[in-house]
């Protein structure tokens, strides 16, 4: 079991050899005789076929289903049907072969056969004949007005799950031309050497799906850049499946919390309810995440302790972190200290602010090299949930210091100097004017952005001090170590998005709540410039927050929105939307694509999500009950005996059926009608394909 509790899981083609188990100690139950079931082989699981017919479902083996529920007789109206149409059948035959309705049936027997076959055996043979014609008419007859042949269709329905994959969808055979095993993409461009070399590998039990998929993904980048293929054949040649392998050099994760679909770049969630409050579609399928929706990017709400980390947060950052491994994403994910994202051996960058024995820092400037950009970002972590405050006028004043320091130092200041030239401390001002003086005449324009930040130090509007209030907030013993600008630390930038990289930052929540805050702020305003930044978008980049509350921003939402056109998306949990300004909600709701309620939300969170979510035409069918009054002496006795009997009066019903408008979710159901370990979600894809809100029971509960 790993240390965050969940239990070790691997591929079953991952091509881990256990070690033999020691004897159990006295006093445990004996060792099992026999090994637990393997699951399929990296061949089968690649043949297996693949369907999808939306966004959000489960690939894997998934069936298709009508759009619209079919009419369907309930079996006990069948069954009395059926009984009833039998016993008339049976009476009449009874009544025809004692002769009570005559011997009517009998004249085309007499009309067809002869004289003289009288008391012969081909009369008898014929006699026989007849009345199985008339019995098999009877049957027949009785038979479709009974609706036998449905009834026989319901009552013999196999009961065991249904088939993992349809009729239609033909699976390549083992070692045909079209085996994905068989990596027929290099045999077609002439790498038949490599082709087979990998063949042997998956055959051989050594290659795992996180193999496949980064071999998949390198043979890709050929195919663009076909000047790398003599590299690519070289490496497989060499390595096999170990080739191309990530800079981290691992091929797999220590350890995996949820089930994943490498090939198809899914983490499963979690079964759709098949209930009436789902559309008839989605009943009953598995419901998984994957790129194509987290780029719209993802907004869960819910009460602690409702599992969002270890339902939601954790398996999709392990799913990112599988796909960095295969060269196919870059992840960060960002908690409090102590959260359950998963074991230090599955990230290749781990910061932890504040704890003296963290390897990494983070760099306070986002690897920004432009003064004005990196006061920009700044200011929005800084002082972006400030009311009052212009951001803009926020990140002038620090441009109008960290330009200077920059030219006279060749870095921007630290976290102790950058305070110090906020508070206008006057020998940290007078020695940077004296060591840009000594830079020369070139530097004038940077002695006047002194000047004018002097002027306006103090000034009505100023947001030096509160700038210098939040700066007060990171100069603390606890992070005399963390910030460096000097290059003796190894600092963390987002600028490494363009990697497939694998970054957890843990925040010092329990003691520095104010500081964790801010520095959430500066790492979503960094994410949303690096991602949008970067030269090379073919890495899908992600940034996943444990813990959202107080990060947002009117600026950070815009960027937020902007994400899904840079191949990037965010993963932002709250327990309420109280957590964020009043302002922001609605523009957040809007500028993700998908939304998800968990159980236990209250009235005004779940207003909110209705009002996203929006209303659906239903048909309503309105019943009346109206007492029957008779006139006739013999109808008044019966239904006085009626009433005598039942204790009912005798009433008909009037069935009036309408179109309405009515809320796919009301607040009211979303706060007390989601049962625990569940939540519901709505999709949408980056390209523009949406998801009604599903109810989906949770992967993990019961």
Same mark, same amino acid.
Request: charged share 20%; aromatic share 6%.
């Given at each position: 079991m790993d240390t965050d509790g969940t239990h070790?899981?691997?591929p079953p083609h991952s091509g881990h050899i256990p070690r033999p188990a020691a004897p159990p100690p006295p006093g445990l139950p004996p060792r099992p005789s026999h090994a637990p079931a393997a699951?399929?082989?990296?061949?089968d699981w690649l043949r297996f076929p693949r369907s999808s017919d939306g966004p959000g479902v489960w690939t894997y083996g998934h069936v298709p289903r009508a759009a619209e529920e079919p009419e369907e007789t309930p079996t006990r109206q069948l069954v009395s049907g059926a009984l009833i149409s039998l016993l008339a059948g049976l009476l009449l035959w009874s009544l025809l072969w004692n002769g009570y309705l005559g011997g009517f049936w009998l004249w085309p027997l007499y009309m067809f056969t002869p004289d003289s076959w009288a008391g012969t055996l081909p009369s008898v043979v014929a006699s026989y004949i007849w009345y199985a014609v008339v019995a098999a008419i009877l049957v027949i007859g009785f038979g479709r007005l009974g609706r036998w042949p449905e009834l026989g269709r319901r009552v013999l329905r196999s009961r065991a799950a249904r088939p993992l994959h349809s009729a239609g969808q033909a699976r390549p055979e083992p070692g045909g031309p079209d085996d994905p095993a068989r990596w027929p993409q290099l045999r077609a461009a002439g790498l038949a050497e490599a082709a087979d070399r990998l063949e042997g590998e998956a055959g051989g039990g050594r290659m795992s799906d996180v193999d496949y998929a980064r071999i998949r993904r390198a043979w890709e980048s050929v195919r663009v850049d076909p000047t790398r293929m003599r590299a690519f054949a070289d490496a497989v040649r060499d390595k096999g499946a170990g080739a191309c392998a990530h800079p981290s050099g691992a091929? $797999? =994760?220590p350890v @995996?919390?949820?089930?994943? $679909? =490498?090939?198809? @770049?899914?983490v499963l969630l979690g079964t759709v309810e098949d209930g009436v409050r789902n559309p008839y579609s989605r009943r009953g399928t598995s419901l998984a995440l994957d790129p194509d929706v987290l780029g719209t990017s993802l907004l869960a709400v819910g009460p602690s302790g409702t599992g969002k980390t270890r339902r939601l947060v954790r398996p999709v950052v392990e799913s990112l972190a599988l796909q960095a491994l295969a060269g196919q994403a870059a992840v960060v994910a960002v908690g409090a200290a102590g959260a359950q994202l998963g074991?230090?051996?599955?990230?290749?960058?781990?910061?932890?602010?504040g704890d003296p024995a963290s390897v990494y820092d983070l760099d306070l400037y986002g690897g920004a090299t432009d003064p004005d950009e990196a006061a920009t970002l700044l200011a929005e972590g800084f002082v972006g949930d400030v009311p009052g405050i212009d951001v803009r006028r926020a990140a002038t004043a620090l441009a109008q210091l960290l330009g200077p320091f920059r030219a006279a130092y060749g870095r921007f200041p630290a976290v102790p100097e950058l305070r110090e030239l906020l508070d206008q401390v006057p020998d940290a001002f007078a020695a940077l004017r004296r060591d840009l003086a000594r830079a020369g005449a070139a530097e004038h324009a940077m002695l006047r952005e002194l000047d004018a930040r002097t002027r306006q130090h103090g000034a009505h509007g100023d947001p030096g001090p509160a700038l210098a209030d939040r700066v007060a907030l990171l100069d603390r013993p606890a992070f005399a170590g963390f910030f460096d600008t000097t290059g003796q630390g190894r600092p963390f930038s987002l600028r490494a998005l363009e990697h497939p990289i694998r970054v957890r930052v843990d925040l010092p929540e329990r003691g520095h709540a104010d500081a964790s805050r801010m520095l959430a702020r500066l790492l979503l305003a960094q994410f949303n410039a690096a991602a949008a930044g970067r030269g090379d978008r073919s890495l899908f980049a992600f940034l996943a927050f444990d813990d959202a509350s107080h990060t947002l921003t009117p600026e950070t939402v815009r960027g937020v929105q902007r994400l899904r056109s840079a191949h990037a998306g965010v993963l932002l949990t709250l327990r309420t939307l109280d957590d964020v300004p009043e302002a922001l909600r609605t523009p957040l709701l809007g500028a993700v694509g998908c939304r998800m309620a968990f159980s236990g939300v209250?009235?005004?969170?779940?207003?909110?999500?209705?009002?996203a979510w929006g209303t659906e035409w239903v048909e309503a069918r309105d019943v009346t009950h109206r007492t029957v009054f008779a006139d006739q002496p013999l109808t008044r006795l019966m239904h006085s005996f009626r009433k005598l009997v039942t204790g009912k009066a005798v009433t008909t019903d009037a069935v009036t059926v309408r179109q309405v408008e009515r809320e796919r979710w009301s607040a009211s159901d979303?706060?007390?009608?989601?049962?625990?370990?569940?939540a519901v979600l709505s999709l949408t894809s980056v390209r523009g394909e949406r998801a009604a809100p599903l109810l989906v029971r949770l992967a993990g509960t019961a």
């Amino acid at each position: 079991m790993d240390t965050d509790g969940t239990h070790e899981t691997r591929p079953p083609h991952s091509g881990h050899i256990p070690r033999p188990a020691a004897p159990p100690p006295p006093g445990l139950p004996p060792r099992p005789s026999h090994a637990p079931a393997a699951g399929p082989t990296l061949g089968d699981w690649l043949r297996f076929p693949r369907s999808s017919d939306g966004p959000g479902v489960w690939t894997y083996g998934h069936v298709p289903r009508a759009a619209e529920e079919p009419e369907e007789t309930p079996t006990r109206q069948l069954v009395s049907g059926a009984l009833i149409s039998l016993l008339a059948g049976l009476l009449l035959w009874s009544l025809l072969w004692n002769g009570y309705l005559g011997g009517f049936w009998l004249w085309p027997l007499y009309m067809f056969t002869p004289d003289s076959w009288a008391g012969t055996l081909p009369s008898v043979v014929a006699s026989y004949i007849w009345y199985a014609v008339v019995a098999a008419i009877l049957v027949i007859g009785f038979g479709r007005l009974g609706r036998w042949p449905e009834l026989g269709r319901r009552v013999l329905r196999s009961r065991a799950a249904r088939p993992l994959h349809s009729a239609g969808q033909a699976r390549p055979e083992p070692g045909g031309p079209d085996d994905p095993a068989r990596w027929p993409q290099l045999r077609a461009a002439g790498l038949a050497e490599a082709a087979d070399r990998l063949e042997g590998e998956a055959g051989g039990g050594r290659m795992s799906d996180v193999d496949y998929a980064r071999i998949r993904r390198a043979w890709e980048s050929v195919r663009v850049d076909p000047t790398r293929m003599r590299a690519f054949a070289d490496a497989v040649r060499d390595k096999g499946a170990g080739a191309c392998a990530h800079p981290s050099g691992a091929r $797999d =994760l220590p350890v @995996r919390a949820a089930r994943h $679909d =490498l090939l198809a @770049r899914q983490v499963l969630l979690g079964t759709v309810e098949d209930g009436v409050r789902n559309p008839y579609s989605r009943r009953g399928t598995s419901l998984a995440l994957d790129p194509d929706v987290l780029g719209t990017s993802l907004l869960a709400v819910g009460p602690s302790g409702t599992g969002k980390t270890r339902r939601l947060v954790r398996p999709v950052v392990e799913s990112l972190a599988l796909q960095a491994l295969a060269g196919q994403a870059a992840v960060v994910a960002v908690g409090a200290a102590g959260a359950q994202l998963g074991p230090d051996a599955a990230y290749d960058v781990v910061v932890r602010v504040g704890d003296p024995a963290s390897v990494y820092d983070l760099d306070l400037y986002g690897g920004a090299t432009d003064p004005d950009e990196a006061a920009t970002l700044l200011a929005e972590g800084f002082v972006g949930d400030v009311p009052g405050i212009d951001v803009r006028r926020a990140a002038t004043a620090l441009a109008q210091l960290l330009g200077p320091f920059r030219a006279a130092y060749g870095r921007f200041p630290a976290v102790p100097e950058l305070r110090e030239l906020l508070d206008q401390v006057p020998d940290a001002f007078a020695a940077l004017r004296r060591d840009l003086a000594r830079a020369g005449a070139a530097e004038h324009a940077m002695l006047r952005e002194l000047d004018a930040r002097t002027r306006q130090h103090g000034a009505h509007g100023d947001p030096g001090p509160a700038l210098a209030d939040r700066v007060a907030l990171l100069d603390r013993p606890a992070f005399a170590g963390f910030f460096d600008t000097t290059g003796q630390g190894r600092p963390f930038s987002l600028r490494a998005l363009e990697h497939p990289i694998r970054v957890r930052v843990d925040l010092p929540e329990r003691g520095h709540a104010d500081a964790s805050r801010m520095l959430a702020r500066l790492l979503l305003a960094q994410f949303n410039a690096a991602a949008a930044g970067r030269g090379d978008r073919s890495l899908f980049a992600f940034l996943a927050f444990d813990d959202a509350s107080h990060t947002l921003t009117p600026e950070t939402v815009r960027g937020v929105q902007r994400l899904r056109s840079a191949h990037a998306g965010v993963l932002l949990t709250l327990r309420t939307l109280d957590d964020v300004p009043e302002a922001l909600r609605t523009p957040l709701l809007g500028a993700v694509g998908c939304r998800m309620a968990f159980s236990g939300v209250t009235t005004w969170d779940g207003k909110r999500f209705a009002e996203a979510w929006g209303t659906e035409w239903v048909e309503a069918r309105d019943v009346t009950h109206r007492t029957v009054f008779a006139d006739q002496p013999l109808t008044r006795l019966m239904h006085s005996f009626r009433k005598l009997v039942t204790g009912k009066a005798v009433t008909t019903d009037a069935v009036t059926v309408r179109q309405v408008e009515r809320e796919r979710w009301s607040a009211s159901d979303l706060a007390h009608a989601v049962p625990p370990g569940h939540a519901v979600l709505s999709l949408t894809s980056v390209r523009g394909e949406r998801a009604a809100p599903l109810l989906v029971r949770l992967a993990g509960t019961a």
